[in-house]
């Protein structure tokens, strides 16, 4: 069996039940998807813990002047809001390497010095233009998100659907020669699998249509059920070797209670795996 897919080991170190018995027998026994598979799982318990809470510094009064003076903001929130209680605090001049002393000037002059004088009608102008490319930012970064999501969920999705593992051309019968079908077996990731048919061109008759997988030697079948219409599709019972049971058949079955293969075949085809 061939290494599984590095998305089926992602889902799988998140908890997800995506592999078949076959898939978790192979994890179980494969170096190199273990490896995979235990660096994922680190991961997602990396990434999923908390980090531990620890003090923060605090910044000192100059950030809150730069920050101050980039917003345009006005007087009304010239002082620091990080300073603590009680302690008078100012935003320093940008160029002041000092901290906060007991000499500190008042807010109104702190803000003269780290503000340069501008018209007073310019400062929502320049707000307004922030805004607005901050507006632009979080647009194409909400846009980014949504494309990589997408892109994610295909590529996942795509890698769990089912995938044909064989298909054949169901020939007709000399009886019913304007006959043609096709058929073609699909397996899940949790291994189940269908057999979906087709069938065309049969002659019109009062019988029943069913759908038989027959063991190429010819000296047994299984009844997959009746099929109704041009197209239709069976669940294949657990167990089934295919690679013995590949001929595909659909005949017409009197309503007489006889379960056997009445003989009366309209196409049939050997399947081919993929």
Request: glycine share 8%; with cysteine.
């Amino acid at each position: 069996m061939s290494h599984l897919d590095p998305e089926q080991l992602a889902l799988l170190a998140m908890g997800e039940p995506v592999a078949s018995e076959a898939e978790r027998a192979h994890l179980a026994s494969c170096p190199a998807c273990t490896a995979e598979m235990t660096q994922l799982t680190h991961a997602v318990v990396v990434g999923r813990s908390t980090m531990d809470e620890a003090d923060l510094d605090t910044p000192p009064a100059r950030v809150w002047g730069r920050i101050h003076d980039e917003l345009g903001l006005g007087e009304a929130v010239v002082a620091d809001p990080l300073a603590p209680a009680g302690v008078a605090s100012t935003a320093e001049p940008a160029d002041d390497p000092d901290a906060l002393s007991e000499g500190a000037p008042d807010p109104a002059a702190a803000a003269a010095e780290i503000a340069p004088a501008r018209p007073a009608e310019a400062a929502p102008d320049r707000r307004r233009r922030r805004s607005a490319r901050r507006l632009w930012v979080l647009a194409a970064s909400l846009v980014l998100v949504a494309v990589v999501g997408a892109g994610a969920w295909v590529g996942i999705s795509s890698s769990l659907a089912p995938v044909s593992i064989a298909s054949a051309s169901l020939d007709a019968f000399p009886s019913h020669p304007t006959a043609v079908g096709t058929a073609e077996i699909d397996e899940s990731r949790d291994g189940e699998r269908t057999l979906t048919v087709t069938l065309e061109g049969d002659a019109e008759s009062d019988d029943y249509r069913e759908v038989w997988l027959i063991r190429n030697d010819g000296q047994a079948l299984i009844s997959l059920g009746v099929l109704e219409g041009a197209a239709g599709s069976f669940p294949i019972p657990a167990g089934i070797d295919l690679t013995e049971y590949d001929l595909v058949d659909i005949s017409f079955e009197p309503i007489d209670g006889d379960p056997n293969h009445s003989g009366d075949s309209i196409v049939r085809g050997q399947l081919s795996f993929a």
